[in-house]
């Protein structure tokens, strides 16, 4: 097996891990698919899909996004075959692509789009928001408090336009963008 398929397999099995965590939510995601051709980009693309656009709404809006991303970037970070892997977590609506000329257009268009995330991090006035280009300052963040007192130290972003599913994490320590 090379070290490519290794990593596949890792990545796969915290995915069935994940389904299986969040298998009681309503809504739920639907399926997954996983891209990487290293001649393109050297970063693990993970596309969770919700079957809607209402659906991704719901789960953008509630933090059922922000709980899968936090639980498989610590899956991600707890296996020693992914130390030093890069890779970005995004969400969908709709069927994954299943044949190949779809799924070469959505790895591009992933592509696209982290590449305008990591050249947004180094930027400080933020106009357009990177990940869907609408105006980032009517962008809305929320977050979890642990003890109902202390303000949040990290959560989510999400944009106000309507049929737009903008997904931004944040932390404490944020820059812009993280992912
Ligand atoms: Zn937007
Ligand atoms: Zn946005």
Redesign the pocket.
Known sequence: MSQNEVIADRIEEAIGRMFYSFSEYDPKASEYSLYYNPNLYQSWFIEIYFSDIEQLDTVIGNGTCYEIHRFLSNEFDNISELKGVNRSIYFEFGNRPTNDTDYHKRHSELIEKTQRLVESNEKKDIKE?H????DFDK?ELRGYTNNGTNAPTDGWII???EN???FLTWGANYHGAEN
């Open positions: 928001c990940c869907c280009g609408h962008h944009c106000p336009e737009c599913n903008c």
